[in-house]
């Protein structure tokens, strides 16, 4: 079994975090059509997606039965069913592989609910260390006007209601996103997080973010048929 | 010896569940483990009412149980889509809802808490699918040490009489088909529960199992596990 750090590839891994309303999944789909174009194999990976724990997910979620450990758990195994499918074998034919959210979303987020940082990080090590991992760095204000202006109704455990903060949903919200952001600003020089100051424009941290990932790029193969780049606009 | 000191309060194998006060647990928790087939649920099925027939309360308990996931697990496990990392973690998130959400309040209200299986066979089942002993064991620091765990054990060849007379059969996920071990399901079975053997008597010293056994009829195991459990509950 490999664990952290001691996967070797061919392909590449690039991971983007951050609170809500970062715009990070923005940015990791505007660097997924860039390198589509560019001729690379690109492979997309979604925290929480895989079909194997769906049903079992939606069903604690439903009924409000998950306990911060059986949710990290979950959404350990909703990772290891991704990374036994869908990324370790990408990544073995010398493909791209983009994954919205990764193991750093699990330490931020379960140790907010109080489960100990040293065993969710045991839980994860059977992850592939990423080749780069962005981190989308917002203010709070910012980022929670983005967020509360544009979507629909806050879902209870997005809200860290479980946490018991506050009985408004809003509020909710806000503090357990604090207590996010603080968490990933004590892992970026744990796990070396690439940070991107995320307040800038859209283009400027799009430029940067292909600077960065073009410089892993040097031996990664690309498709030798330009057409395919008609076929799929 | 591993186990719980009589009336120790718990203590967690490792890190631990968070908001728990160990302090609070006063039941006991008793494990049968052992291969498939060993006859570990039909000693279960007696000494659940052997027990309550002498006034205790009991929880009985067991793999795949849980509200949470255990319909899951067994959807992923007939249509054979997983991996060794994904069926591991499934199992645990199974084991900690039953943790949280079972055994801890039983243990709480006073209740004998009695399982099929525990965390041994799950880190037995990883460890025979090539998977690192400590990460999985460091999974499972989440678990509570028990007060006894009593180990039905007997050779590969007592097994196989046993789990052909269940309607079943070898089983795909009990013969390891998935990890490719034989031809069929006969040679990886034997292949399997050989493995899976050699890790259980190789745990014996380190989680401080009671070895019971259990090439014998059922009726002297029951009367032997009878005596041992009774001991355990003197002080109750």
């Known amino acids: 079994m490999r664990m952290y750090g001691d996967h070797q590839f061919p392909g590449k891994l690039f991971i983007v975090e951050g609170i809500d309303g970062s715009g990070k999944s923005t940015q990791l789909s505007l660097l997924q059509q860039w390198l589509r174009r560019e001729g690379y194999t690109v492979f997309f990976s979604e925290w929480n997606s895989s079909p194997l724990v769906k049903e079992t997910t939606r069903r604690g979620k439903r009924k409000q039965m998950l306990t911060p450990t059986t949710f990290s758990l979950l959404h350990a195994t909703d990772l290891a069913d991704r990374i036994e499918r869908h990324i370790i074998p990408p990544l073995s034919a010398g493909a791209i592989v983009l994954a919205d959210r990764y193991i750093y979303t699990a330490f931020a987020r379960d140790t907010a609910r109080g489960v100990s940082p040293r065993w969710v990080r045991e839980l994860y090590k059977f992850a592939v260390q990423p080749t780069i991992a962005f981190y989308f760095r917002v203010p709070l204000d910012v980022s929670l006007k983005r967020i509360l202006s544009a979507r629909a109704a806050l879902k209870y455990y997005e809200a860290g209601m479980d946490l018991g903060l506050s009985d408004d949903i809003e509020e909710s919200f806000e503090l357990f996103q604090g207590m996010i952001a603080d968490r990933y600003e004590e892992m970026v020089d744990e796990f070396g997080l690439k940070v991107i100051d995320a307040t800038r424009s859209i283009e400027e941290q799009q430029n940067e973010v292909r600077v960065i990932v073009e410089r892993e790029l040097a031996d990664v193969p690309k498709r030798p048929t330009p057409y395919l780049d008609f076929l799929e606009v | ?236």
């Open chain 2, 1 to 236: 010896m591993q186990n719980r000191p009589n009336n120790h309060a718990f203590e967690f194998y490792g890190e631990g569940l968070p908001a728990v006060d160990l302090g609070e647990l006063r039941g006991r928790l008793i494990v049968i483990e052992g291969p498939d087939g060993v006859g570990r649920s039909t000693q279960v099925a007696m000494l659940k009412p052997w027990l309550e027939s002498n006034g205790h309360a009991v929880l009985d308990t067991g793999m795949t149980r849980s509200a949470l996931a255990g319909k899951g697990i067994k959807q992923a496990k007939a249509g054979i889509t997983l991996g060794p990392i994904s069926l591991t973690l499934f199992y645990a998130t199974d084991f900690a809802d039953r943790v949280e959400n079972e055994m801890i309040p039983a243990l709480r209200a006073g209740f004998i808490v009695l399982t099929d299986r525990y965390i041994y066979s799950l880190i037995a089942r990883a460890i025979v699918r090539g998977l690192d002993a400590s990460w999985i064991k460091a999974c499972y620091g989440v678990a509570l040490k028990p007060d006894a765990v009593f180990y039905l054990r007997a050779n590969v060849s007592d097994l196989i009489p046993r789990v052909l007379s269940s309607p079943t059969g070898f089983d795909y996920w009990e013969s390891g088909m998935d990890i490719h071990l034989g031809e069929d399901l006969y040679d990886s079975f034997v292949e399997y529960q050989t493995r899976m053997l050699s890790v259980f008597d190789s745990m014996i010293h380190e989680y401080g199992f009671e070895v019971i056994d259990a090439t014998q009829p059922v009726e002297p195991i029951y009367r032997n596990l009878q005596q041992r459990i009774g001991r355990l509950l003197r002080d109750l």
